[in-house]
């Protein structure tokens, strides 16, 4: 198994630019999730799915959107980027929502907003 | 609702001396708890789990973690502190029963190993 798989790995965009972040899994996991890790600020909830045509908001959904066409995509679209939109990015996904499922994590994308 | 304080944002320690990182968690009802760390430039994996079996966890590296319901807490040990041992580690916490089933993460300690 690949696991989660991310592209690109790095990304510069200029503000106002639209694009989106790739996620894959090929585990057959239910629930995936995008969080954004900024310093201090640990790991927040971006939007996250529990299943295939199934999204919800987390706590930080503003300026993203996301769809779930297929178990194994879960994209993160970036409408107008702006600066505020810097910061490193992890896709994950574990089984099911609930329960003691390990989550497992992408490499992860580092965007940078000029 | 549930959440996780992770006590101090870096600790810093010798290497061959024990390593303690604080975990506590508030929830309604005890909670499933792990432990992820993240070596740089990569993705979170896995240290530990907690989930119910046991309350003293074993883990990936030489580390364990306790789980105390009178104190809420999840504390990460390692008895010796290795160079490759520094990163950042994550609390996270996943609820049992009821409400969101959502994990939510700690802010991140920082762990430094000097030689």
């Known amino acids: 198994n690949a696991g989660v798989t991310q592209t690109p790995k790095f990304q510069v965009l200029k503000t106002g630019q639209s694009m989106t972040l790739q996620c894959a899994q090929d585990?057959?996991?239910?629930?995936m999730s995008w969080y954004r890790q900024d310093p201090g600020m640990g790991l927040r909830l971006i939007h996250y799915?529990?299943?295939?045509?199934?999204?919800d908001q987390g706590e930080v959904p503003n300026g993203y959107n996301v769809s779930r066409s297929t178990t194994e995509d879960f994209p993160l679209r970036l409408l107008s980027a702006a600066p505020s939109q810097t910061s490193v990015y992890f896709c994950?996904?574990?089984?099911?929502?609930?329960?003691?499922?390990?989550?497992?994590f992408g490499p992860g994308t580092r965007l940078t907003v000029l | 609702a549930q959440s996780v304080t992770q006590l101090g944002s870096h600790v810093s320690v010798s290497e061959g001396a024990l390593v303690l990182l604080r975990c506590n968690y508030s929830?309604?009802?005890?909670?499933?708890l792990f432990w992820y760390v993240q070596y740089p430039n990569q993705g979170l994996q896995l240290l530990l789990k907690?989930?119910?079996?046991?309350?003293l966890v074993k883990g990936i590296n030489g580390f364990e973690a306790e789980f105390k319901k009178s104190e809420t807490s999840f504390h990460l040990t390692k008895p010796s502190a290795h160079m490759s041992d520094a990163a950042e580690y994550f609390c996270?916490?996943?609820?049992?029963?009821?409400?969101?089933?959502?994990?939510?993460f700690g802010r991140g300690t920082s762990l430094i190993v000097h030689p």
């Open positions: 585990m057959n996991h239910e629930y």
């Open positions: 929830s309604s009802v005890p909670p499933y």
């Open positions: 994950a996904s574990r089984k099911r929502l609930g329960g003691t499922d390990t989550q497992y």
């Open positions: 907690y989930t119910s079996a046991a309350t």
């Open positions: 996270a916490v996943s609820p049992l029963t009821g409400g969101s089933y959502i994990p939510t």
């Open positions: 799915s529990v299943g295939a045509g199934i999204t």
